[in-house]
DNA sequence: CTCGATCCCTGGACGC
DNA sequence: TGCGTCCAGGGATCGA
């Protein structure tokens, strides 16, 4: 299950294999994957691949633009707003792998893999074939400022973003902290294996509120993400069920796991029994000692909240009441 | 805003 | 062996 680890893999796979490349042609048989394949088929045959980079989940093929590609000058600038806007990235695939998507370079003669949906023909005999047996998947083709607001729609970069950035993002939020670190919205790149895994590193209860979160929690938290995100891209990431990497490797990182998958067995910091729940219509393993059940969630508990702060307001006013009294007198 | 439910899809696990 | 059933899960969407 591809997540950032793994998307970085084969990102920096494909960019030291691929990058460079020329696409001849595109052959599509499964299309319901895909945005919109007749702009695949219009745009992509006779563009080259200038780089290959990883924005959150998503593979992005950045095509180099056709003055370079063709060496011939084509028209002039189309900036007809007047504004003219070098956008780095200006025209890219994107890709998405879903569950069990697989983006890799084949040679020519290789047998068509089963579900095979996409094929590129590149220009040095190999094609880049897509493969994905479920389909939940994604591909497009985007350009100019539907790319941009694409990819405006995404979270942070988890590896880059500030402490202060995340803490705010998820201390701002009535949602669960799972939920937060699974929402590209706010995050981008985590799935539920990293999500799991650096809650139990931080001691946080997957249920727990985000905005309840103290800052020294959140900073625990990203701490604890950042280190597992790095350490699983430096073993290419987790390979549960069929991950494999451009060049059919399995990631290493599920050796590491601490709670994902390991439902019943031991804590590693306390062997208490790992738990799974569902948080977020997700499954969430987590050890219930070491990170304590939020108590905030039980209808007894912000029963009882309530009554205190109403409490604390009280007494304030009395206090105040008190004090205006004996000024006066 | 946040939630759960539902759908998409296939292969693998499991029960009989 | 061969069924049927259930489940996994990222993301979109919809109604509560």
Request: glycine letters at 8%; proline letters at 4%.
């Given at each position: 299950m591809p997540e950032l680890p793994e998307v970085e893999t084969v990102a920096r796979g494909l960019q030291g294999s691929i990058a460079g490349r020329r696409i001849l042609s595109v052959t599509l048989r499964k299309t319901d994957f895909i945005d919109d394949p007749v702009a695949i088929e219009r745009e992509l045959p006779g563009r080259q691949i200038a780089r290959v980079e990883r924005f959150g989940k998503f593979i992005l093929l950045q095509l180099a633009s056709k003055n370079d590609t063709l060496g011939v000058a084509v028209e002039?600038?189309?900036?007809g707003n007047g504004i003219t806007q070098p956008e780095a990235l200006a025209e890219a695939l994107l890709v998405h792998l879903g569950m069990t998507g697989n983006l890799s370079p084949h040679h020519a003669e290789q047998p068509l893999a089963k579900h095979t949906h996409v094929t590129f023909v590149l220009d040095d005999g190999r094609e880049l074939r897509y493969i994905d047996p479920r389909r939940f998947g994604r591909m497009a083709y985007l350009a100019g400022e539907t790319l941009a607001a694409e990819l405006l729609r995404f979270g942070a970069e988890p590896l880059l973003v500030s402490a202060e950035e995340f803490a705010r993002r998820v201390r701002s939020?009535?949602?669960?902290i799972k939920a937060l670190l699974l929402d590209q919205r706010v995050l981008r790149g985590v799935g539920n294996i990293y999500a799991d895994e650096s809650l139990w590193s931080a001691r946080?209860?997957?249920?727990?509120?985000?905005?309840?979160?103290?800052p020294a929690e959140a900073g625990n938290l990203l701490r604890a993400l950042q280190k597992i995100l790095r350490k699983a891209i430096q073993m290419r990431g987790s390979s549960i069920s069929d991950f494999v990497d451009v060049d059919g490797l399995q990631g290493d990182y599920q050796q590491r796991h601490k709670v994902y998958g390991r439902e019943g067995e031991k804590c590693f910091r306390c062997c208490a029994k790992v738990q799974r729940i569902l948080v977020a219509g997700r499954s969430s393993h987590f050890c219930p000692v070491c990170q304590r059940a939020p108590n905030s969630g039980s209808r007894a508990a912000s029963l009882r909240k309530r009554a205190l702060s109403g409490v604390r307001v009280a007494k304030k006013k009395a206090k105040r009441k008190m004090r205006l009294r004996t000024s006066k007198g």
């Amino acid at each position: 299950m591809p997540e950032l680890p793994e998307v970085e893999t084969v990102a920096r796979g494909l960019q030291g294999s691929i990058a460079g490349r020329r696409i001849l042609s595109v052959t599509l048989r499964k299309t319901d994957f895909i945005d919109d394949p007749v702009a695949i088929e219009r745009e992509l045959p006779g563009r080259q691949i200038a780089r290959v980079e990883r924005f959150g989940k998503f593979i992005l093929l950045q095509l180099a633009s056709k003055n370079d590609t063709l060496g011939v000058a084509v028209e002039g600038t189309r900036a007809g707003n007047g504004i003219t806007q070098p956008e780095a990235l200006a025209e890219a695939l994107l890709v998405h792998l879903g569950m069990t998507g697989n983006l890799s370079p084949h040679h020519a003669e290789q047998p068509l893999a089963k579900h095979t949906h996409v094929t590129f023909v590149l220009d040095d005999g190999r094609e880049l074939r897509y493969i994905d047996p479920r389909r939940f998947g994604r591909m497009a083709y985007l350009a100019g400022e539907t790319l941009a607001a694409e990819l405006l729609r995404f979270g942070a970069e988890p590896l880059l973003v500030s402490a202060e950035e995340f803490a705010r993002r998820v201390r701002s939020s009535r949602a669960r902290i799972k939920a937060l670190l699974l929402d590209q919205r706010v995050l981008r790149g985590v799935g539920n294996i990293y999500a799991d895994e650096s809650l139990w590193s931080a001691r946080i209860h997957p249920a727990r509120v985000g905005a309840s979160l103290k800052p020294a929690e959140a900073g625990n938290l990203l701490r604890a993400l950042q280190k597992i995100l790095r350490k699983a891209i430096q073993m290419r990431g987790s390979s549960i069920s069929d991950f494999v990497d451009v060049d059919g490797l399995q990631g290493d990182y599920q050796q590491r796991h601490k709670v994902y998958g390991r439902e019943g067995e031991k804590c590693f910091r306390c062997c208490a029994k790992v738990q799974r729940i569902l948080v977020a219509g997700r499954s969430s393993h987590f050890c219930p000692v070491c990170q304590r059940a939020p108590n905030s969630g039980s209808r007894a508990a912000s029963l009882r909240k309530r009554a205190l702060s109403g409490v604390r307001v009280a007494k304030k006013k009395a206090k105040r009441k008190m004090r205006l009294r004996t000024s006066k007198g």
